[in-house]
């Protein structure tokens, strides 16, 4: 039943797009002359998802391991995430931010239930990370650390990623991305990854802000160390500084847990999510702890069209539903747990980093790139966010039989991986 032709004539969206009958092949060649080439060339042309499957225009299953980016809890196509959607949209779309509904404000109310958020703590809702991220810039641009003395300086970490509209990639460390599109929004200064000593030397009065993923995902799965977010939030609330943690990869049970820094026992000013939360559809937040920290972004000094819309805010309260009533952060921690301990004892396989089901890990070789092709021809989606670094961050409902068959597949797809160099 679950073949690509399943897709085609059944949906109304096959009477605007018709898939039946075109290769890959061909949609690549129109993807080529009609989309932009910031993505390169897309691997697969998808057509339909089920839970952690999905399925290509040539029919091919795969088994999805990067679920989207982080971004697709809950699989591909959930039924209940799906039911939600089409009826928030069938009664109420979209309104404005003139205007509020109910699912918007309950999102908010879940949200700072969820991040044990204290009084006078609040939610602004964007539609991607880097928007929330933005967010967090304009608010930490507002900081003056109580002084009413403005604050330019911004620390964040070399590794760092928090996105591509020019106020987040000015936060964003790696000079490909930057250096094109320079001036930046200026004051931003970036430090040596999960060095205190660093961190003690940059942070003065001046600083309005410390940006920390606590772990960074695009750096190929890198967590501060331990330790790290305690000295920061102790180095920080010393000088007046906000401490934001961006968990737009890392946040939503990602990990385990509703954030990844709950452990450490620190609460930051301000936390920005995005990516899991919508289950798939897309929607971020900047979630602020607390009255002082609340108040910087005053009315009219922020906003956007769509954020918080209706049917966003009900995807990603259906989403936060059942990944509670489902109890799928115990499947997150165990069976990230099994794909780390087994991926470690693989030939070849150098280190594996992460917290539940957010993984990577290390090759002897820089075979990374070959090893994602190998994996696809072997019906497999994962990622390489370096050389010899594969980056697994499936849907968080991925089952430990489904796991296995990663790994049972994976000495052969290393081994393929090789032979193609
Ligand atoms: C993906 C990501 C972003 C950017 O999110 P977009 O939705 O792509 O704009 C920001 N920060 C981190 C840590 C991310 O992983």
Redesign the pocket.
């Known amino acids: 039943m679950n073949t690509a032709e399943n897709l085609d004539h059944r949906t109304p969206v096959a009477e605007l797009v018709e898939t039946k009958g075109h290769a890959g092949s061909e949609w690549l060649a129109r993807y080529s002359s009609s989309l932009m080439g910031v993505f390169g060339t897309p691997q697969r042309v998808l057509v339909r998802g089920a839970g952690c499957l999905v399925w290509d225009a040539d029919g091919k299953e795969y088994l999805d391991l990067l679920g989207g980016?982080?971004v697709n809890a809950l699989g591909h196509a959930n039924p209940f995430v799906t039911s939600v959607i089409s009826s928030q949209l069938a009664t109420l779309g979209h309104v404005s931010n003139f205007f509020t509904s109910p699912t918007q404000i309950a999102l908010a109310e879940k949200l700072l239930a969820l991040t044990g958020a204290p009084d006078g703590s609040k939610v602004f809702f964007t539609n991607?990370?880097?928007?929330a991220?933005e967010a967090a810039f304009k608010l930490a641009r507002r900081n003056t650390g109580g002084s009413g003395t403005k604050r330019t300086r911004i620390i964040a970490l070399e590794g760092a990623?928090?996105?591509?509209t020019m106020g987040?990639l000015a936060l964003t460390a790696k000079e490909a991305y930057r250096t094109p599109f320079e001036p930046l929004p200026g004051g931003v200064v970036h430090i040596p990854f999960g060095d205190v000593e660093a961190l003690k030397d940059a942070i003065d009065e001046t600083v309005a802000a410390v940006f920390l993923?606590p772990i960074q995902?695009?750096a190929g799965v890198r967590p501060l160390p331990p330790g790290y977010l305690q000295a920061a939030r102790e180095l920080t609330a010393r000088v007046g500084a906000l401490l934001i943690l961006?968990e737009?990869?890392?946040g939503i049970g990602r990990t385990g847990k509703w954030l990844a820094s709950e452990d450490s026992g620190i609460r930051p000013d301000a936390v920005?999510l995005?990516?899991g939360l919508g289950g798939g559809f897309p929607i971020?937040a900047l979630v602020t702890f607390g009255d002082a920290t609340s108040s910087l972004l005053a009315a009219g000094q922020h906003g956007t069209t769509f954020g918080g819309n209706p049917v966003a805010t009900a995807a990603a309260l259906a989403t936060l539903h059942a990944i509670e009533s489902q109890d799928v952060l115990a499947n997150v921690a165990r069976v990230g747990e099994h794909l780390r301990s087994a991926l470690a004892a693989i030939p070849g396989v150098t280190e594996v980093r992460g917290e539940g089901l957010l993984i990577g890990f290390d090759l002897e070789a820089d075979v990374a790139p070959a090893v994602v092709q190998a994996g696809l021809d072997a019906g497999f989606i994962v990622n390489s966010p370096g050389p010899r670094t594969i980056r697994l961050a499936p849907p968080l409902v991925l089952t430990t039989a489904q796991a296995d068959t990663f790994l049972d597949a994976f000495p052969a797809i290393l081994q393929a991986a090789k032979d193609a160099q």
Not at 161 to 164: D, I, K, S
């Open positions: 980016i982080a991607s990370g880097t928007e991220n990623f928090h996105g591509r987040a993923e995902g695009e961006d737009v990869q890392t920005t995005a990516k971020g």
